[in-house]
């Protein structure tokens, strides 16, 4: 009894042939440099946008520390022209008047600070690892400092001191508190100017770009070192897997285009 039954396998050798010719094709085709793919990561780098937010909070920051003087000695300490005060202020104490100006202050700054970590964040999923470590506490310190100063007006007000005495500490606590948080401030904003001006690579194609010109290189900070936490080295190479994945998606898809286009 003859078997009728479909060839399985006689396209085998030809579709294997067909296949490894397809697969020569692509391995032989014109290969990508490095300098091509690091130029277009250069050419597609995304600046990080919060240089400007960041120097116009540091002005208003200036403004409101010398309208607040101003109003503690001129209107509340009386050693000005009161009628002026009552014409500027009206019915509005100048206590309360600095009390207002330093929510107002603090609520642009938490905007801000939003504002920034949306944009770091976006920066680290681009592999800018290295930079979003110099900046993640930095950029929250102006907010912390502020913060505490809330804290201590609050503290005054319900101590109820006699009114010379209020308004001294007050001046005194918004004193400090600029004398911290603007430099912080100031600082943060050189750091992400100077990011967007050197228009870097990720940190992986920097080391990758670094190794190929040193035969011996040293450990990077993807490895273990004796003096890193564990804490730390397992946060960098979660960080860096998460990267990684983006990156070689993204690779892929422009391997696919350039082939397709040779």
């Known amino acids: 009894m003859e078997s009728t039954g479909p060839p399985l396998y006689s396209a085998g050798p030809s579709a294997d042939m067909a296949r490894s010719t397809e697969e020569d094709s692509l391995v032989d085709g014109p290969l990508i440099s490095a300098d091509a793919l690091q130029s277009a ?42 009628e002026v005060c009552l014409r500027i202020l009206g019915s509005v104490q100048g206590d309360s008047a600095i009390v207002f100006g330093k929510v107002f202050l603090w609520a642009l700054l938490l905007l801000l600070t939003v504002w920034m970590q949306h944009h770091h964040s976006r920066a680290r999923c681009r592999g800018y690892l290295r930079f979003y470590r110099q900046t993640r506490r930095l950029k929250q310190t102006p907010l912390v400092i502020h913060s505490t100063g ?19 500490l007050l001046l005194g606590v918004l004193g400090v508190e600029f004398l911290v948080a603007w430099p912080c401030l100031l600082y943060y904003t050189v750091k992400v100017m100077q990011f967007n001006n050197e228009r870097a690579v990720p940190d992986v194609s920097q080391e990758e770009q670094s190794h190929s010109y040193t035969v011996t290189s040293l450990p990077t900070e993807t490895g273990f070192r004796g003096s890193s936490s564990l804490e730390e ?18 690779l892929s898809k422009r391997l696919l285009n350039l082939t397709a286009q040779h």
């Open 41 to 82: 990561m250069r050419r597609e780098f995304q600046a990080v946008p919060t240089t400007c937010p960041a120097g116009f909070l540091s002005l208003i920051h200036v403004l409101y520390v010398v309208l607040s003087l101003c109003v503690g000695i001129m209107c509340v300490l009386k050693f000005g022209r009161e």
């Open 150 to 168: 809330n804290v201590l007006v609050l503290l005054l007000s319900a101590l109820r001191l006699p009114q010379t005495m209020h308004t001294s």
């Open 233 to 250: 080295v397992v946060e960098k190479q979660a960080d860096l897997i998460e990267y990684l994945k983006k990156h070689n998606t993204l």
